[in-house]
């Protein structure tokens, strides 16, 4: 329970201990932030260390293919407005990256904590949240993650029974599905944009009908909820009817979308529409990501797009043509290896635009602009390609370790 102040067992705190130090030796070797290393040896220490953290917080889980580390941004900053904070903010979303999050956290009463797809139900089964926030399901690597029904139905079974709000997209009916085995689940019609992972009933395998922005299967009667919330255009409307405006720095719709569940959310522990929507107001940009950087007399937009939903979404946010775009995909470990998913996406959404591709898979996405009849060049890397753009302002589109590696390049 929150305000609980049984202090950790001395195992627990030589894990933490060892897992801090650890962690501070990875970044002065320049590993990165050292959080899923250090979580892994302390979880190796104390296996319960995640419950043992857990226990003091009010925990809230974000998880979803797309969507989730802005999301949990955006809870993080609505629930500070009742209390200090702890968050995996840099996205390491499996069970290592998340015990050293908490470890970090021990003046917190709110833990907001992203977790993968894949460890949803193992985390909640450790953190017992009261939120459970589940936003959108959609194919995501290929060679890796499983198909999505798949997922959909480890989701339903973890979360049978679970003590939680749940607070769902009722527009994703594979969500919906997800999330109908718990008692206490809150609606959200935030949307749903990418559909081709939801044209089968998740329930029966029936062909799902989709009139308008309604939904359901014409054979087991399986439908959409009635949403208690909703997005409306560039306002929430919370469960009385009220309209709350949504003011952003962060671009798209996707991101109202983010902040319609966001607040509701922040709604099931006390803050106010109003209130949670002002603090999401303080969020610019994400690890990075929307982030505008001067590189080489230009402005970059970088833009982080991993899977066909993501894009899609991505597309939707850019400036019209004539902006020029520079597009970067990898097909390393963490991106997934392979890149047949680039065929589920519609590059003819960016005609008019110049387009440059760069990064390791460049030729496999030469290949589907090509088919897709776009005009595009390749470059070796991203300094010659902006240096073929006119001076202003440039979109860059890149998928994860992609991500990184300009971030790395151009200084951010």
């Not at 627990?12 to 060892?18: D, E, I, P």
């Not at 993080?76 to 990256?97: C, D, I």
């Not at 994703?172 to 089968?200: C, R, T």
């Amino acid at each position: 329970m929150a305000g609980n102040s049984d202090p950790l067992t001395p195992r627990a705190k030589l894990a933490v201990t060892a897992g801090k130090a650890v962690a501070a030796a990875s970044r002065a070797a320049g590993r990165g932030s050292g959080s899923v290393i250090g979580g892994r040896v302390a979880l190796k220490l104390d296996p319960d260390l995640l419950a043992r953290l857990a226990q003091s917080l009010d925990v809230v889980l974000v998880s979803a293919t797309n969507g989730k580390t802005t999301t949990t941004r955006l809870i993080a900053e609505a629930l500070r407005a009742a209390g200090p904070v702890v968050s995996n903010a840099l996205g390491a979303n499996m069970p290592a990256g998340i015990t050293s999050a908490l470890a970090g956290g021990s003046d917190a009463k709110f833990g907001v904590i992203e977790v993968d797809e894949k460890y949803l139900a193992g985390v909640a089964r450790d953190t017992a949240p009261k939120c459970i926030a589940l936003l959108n399901l959609s194919r995501d690597q290929l060679d890796r993650a499983a198909e999505t029904r798949m997922l959909a139905e480890n989701w339903r079974e973890g979360l049978a029974g679970s003590k939680a709000v749940v607070v769902a997209n009722a527009d994703d009916p594979l969500v919906v599905w997800a999330a109908s085995s718990s008692p206490n689940v809150i609606w959200v019609a935030a949307g749903q944009m990418w559909k081709d992972d939801a044209w089968s009933c998740p329930s029966c395998g029936g062909v799902m009908q989709r009139p308008g922005d309604d939904w359901f299967c014409g054979e087991c009667g399986f439908r959409r909820p009635t949403p208690s919330w909703a997005l409306s255009g560039d306002h929430v409307l919370d469960p009385h009817g009220s309209a709350w405006p949504i003011h952003l720095q962060l671009p798209g719709r996707a991101n109202k979308a983010n902040a319609a569940s966001s607040a509701a959310v922040a709604a099931v522990f006390g803050v106010p529409p109003q209130v949670a929507l002002e603090r999401m107001y303080q969020v610019q940009a994400v690890a990075g990501r929307y982030d505008v950087v001067q590189f080489q007399g230009r402005d970059l937009r970088l833009l982080l797009a991993k899977n066909p939903a993501g894009w899609l979404e991505t597309f939707s946010l850019i400036d019209p043509p004539p902006t020029p775009v520079i597009l970067s995909v990898n097909a390393r470990s963490a991106d997934g290896t392979d890149t047949s998913w680039l065929w589920d996406v519609d590059y003819t959404r960016l005609a008019g635009h110049p387009i440059c591709v760069i990064g390791d898979r460049k030729l496999d996405l030469a290949v589907r602009l090509e088919v897709a009849d776009q005009q595009f060049q390749v470059c070796e890397d991203i300094d010659q390609a902006v240096q073929l753009c006119p001076p202003g302002r440039i979109e860059v589109i890149a998928n994860y370790t992609a991500f990184q590696d300009l971030r790395r390049r151009v200084g951010n």
